[in-house]
C-alpha cells in the first residue's frame, strides 16, 4: 500500500517537472524574441514574446499546481 502511493506520487511529481520544463522553455524562447527584436531595431517579435511569456507564466502555475 505505501509502494503504491509512493510510485503514484512519484508519477505525479514527473508530470509536474514536465510541465515545470514546458514553462521554463517558454520563457527562454521569450527572452530570445526580445534580444532578436532589441537587436534588430524592430518591435515585430515584442507581442510573440509577450504571448510566450503568458504561455510560459500559465505553464509554470499548472506545474506548480500539479505538485499538489
Known sequence: EQATRDDER?????????????????F???IILVSISALSG?????PIACAVSGVGLVLFVAGLVLAH
Not at 512519484?10 to 517558454?26: C, G, K, N
Not at 524592430?42 to 515584442?46: D, H, W, Y
Request: hydrophobic share 45%.
Open 42 to 46: 524592430t518591435r515585430i517579435f515584442l
Open 28 to 30: 527562454e524562447v521569450s
Open 10 to 26: 512519484s508519477e505525479t511529481i514527473l508530470r509536474s517537472y514536465e510541465v515545470l520544463q514546458f514553462a521554463t522553455t517558454a
